[in-house]
């Protein structure tokens, strides 16, 4: 349990507060590459409680601004792009993709000195894998790299983007689940049971849990279970990558997830998935377009939870705990080590930016250590729950 003024330092993203402000010292997804084109150049994206505009201009160069413009308000998402910016439909003003207005038509001289003063907030915007990422810290020279995670920078397989549910509950709700590894067995196979959706893996995670242990890596936090029953395994998890990942296998493919704070109390999930399995004629190179989706809220007819996935599991589990969870009102136990330790990390890095000092988890500077960021992959659901098949029909013939 943590006391109410550490619960709004953990939670809070905007602007100015102290997570929000730790948050912005590592690229954040924005919105898939393929939704700006040529035939639609533009796209609202709010993250952390800003207002953005993410556009191409019109010499096919990203840029990335607050939304709305510096004259009256109005918003740049109904401008026209340009060659060189993107120009406000009200009275014209016109800026360039680092938010410096380049342009005021209908002032003396093209605005001359007062048009130098006016200059939009922006911020970078890198492609990798079919994402595009923005930096939004003070300083974009200071700025780590990009992380080259291995599924957005292979192209020994195919990729494919999947944007979920908006999770109507703060981000460390979300996080929070990633550092919480025994609530599968409950959660998503005592749940698959009692709902009867017999989802393909949830015999995998049903098995009894003997054993967990979570410890700090350079990534973030490490997860192991010690299955038991009629097929015990070892199963080491992917790293929970601080401080707002998830990497993990679904079935065959690796995945990864980015919780990205829309506010304090929504949240915006981009799954990217890698087939490394994928025949070579659907490939996918690191530069090339990849297809995405997005998912329809997770509701049934009657406006109840569908319980029938993981995802509609997880996303009760999460909203139910309220937009922003008290956490003055918990009582945790041996099974929520990891959130422990995940919670102390988040402190000690929010303390650094606050000295004005930069991360030290999951950031990286050196090149050579960012051609491709590869983890040892957890044990496979697919030849796990073969496993427990094969085991059930040996143990239903024997009788």
């Known amino acids: 349990m943590i006391n109410a003024e550490l619960n709004e330092r953990l939670t809070r993203v905007g602007p100015g507060t102290p997570c929000g402000e730790m948050l912005r010292r590592y690229w954040q997804p924005l919105c898939p590459a393929g939704e700006i084109t040529a035939e639609a150049p533009k796209k609202r994206v709010t993250i952390m409680g800003e207002n953005l505009l993410v556009f191409r201009d019109g010499a096919g160069r990203l840029g990335c601004v607050e939304e709305f413009c510096k004259h009256r308000g109005v918003s740049l998402y109904h401008?026209?792009?340009?060659?060189?910016?993107?120009?406000?439909?009200?009275?014209?003003?016109?800026?360039?993709?680092?938010?410096?207005?380049?342009?005021?038509?209908?002032?003396?001289?093209?605005?001359?000195?007062?048009?130098d003063s006016i200059r939009l907030k922006s911020y970078p915007v890198r492609e990798l894998g079919g994402l595009l990422f923005t930096y939004m810290g003070p300083d974009p020279e200071q700025a780590p790299l990009l992380p080259r995670w291995d599924v957005l920078a292979r192209d020994d397989g195919a990729r494919n983007i999947r944007i979920l549910p908006i999770h109507r509950c703060n981000w460390l709700q979300v996080q929070e689940n990633t550092a919480d590894s025994t609530h599968t067995y409950w959660l998503h196979g005592i749940m698959d049971e009692k709902v009867g959706a017999n989802y393909a893996y949830a015999p995998y995670v049903r098995r009894p849990i003997e054993r967990f242990d979570f410890w700090v890596?350079?990534?973030?936090?490490?997860?192991?279970?010690?299955?038991?029953?009629?097929?015990?395994?070892?199963?080491?998890r992917p790293p929970m990558i601080f401080p707002n990942i998830l990497r993990i296998p679904i079935g065959p493919v690796d995945a990864m997830q980015w919780r990205v704070p829309i506010d304090d109390v929504n949240t915006r999930i981009f799954q990217i998935t890698f087939d490394p399995a994928a025949e070579?004629?659907?490939?996918?190179?690191?530069?090339?377009?990849?297809?995405?989706?997005?998912d329809a809220d997770l509701v049934t007819a009657d406006g109840e939870y569908d319980l029938r996935t993981f995802i509609g599991q997880d996303l009760m589990a999460l909203e139910s705990q309220g937009a922003v969870f008290d956490r003055t009102t918990e009582n945790l136990g041996t099974t929520d080590l990891g959130i422990v330790l995940f919670r102390k990390m988040l402190e000690e890095q929010i303390d650094l930016v606050e000295r004005?000092?930069?991360?030290?988890?999951?950031?990286?500077?050196?090149?050579?250590?960012?051609?491709?960021?590869?983890?040892?992959n957890s044990t496979n659901p697919v030849e796990g729950t073969r496993k427990i098949r094969e085991a059930v029909r040996a143990a239903g013939a024997a009788e």
């Not at 340009?82 to 003396?108: N, Q, S």
């Not at 990534?219 to 199963?235: L, Q």
Request: hydrophobic share 30%.
């Open 217 to 236: 890596c350079e990534w973030g936090i490490d997860r192991v279970i010690v299955y038991g029953g009629d097929v015990p395994e070892v199963e080491k």
């Open 79 to 115: 401008g026209f792009t340009e060659d060189d910016g993107i120009r406000c439909c009200y009275h014209g003003w016109k800026y360039d993709r680092d938010g410096a207005c380049v342009d005021m038509p209908l002032e003396p001289e093209g605005g001359g000195r007062f048009r």
């Open 280 to 294: 070579a004629a659907s490939r996918t190179p690191a530069d090339a377009e990849v297809p995405f989706s997005q």
């Open 356 to 376: 004005g000092e930069a991360p030290t988890v999951a950031v990286v500077r050196d090149p050579e250590h960012n051609r491709i960021i590869e983890f040892e």
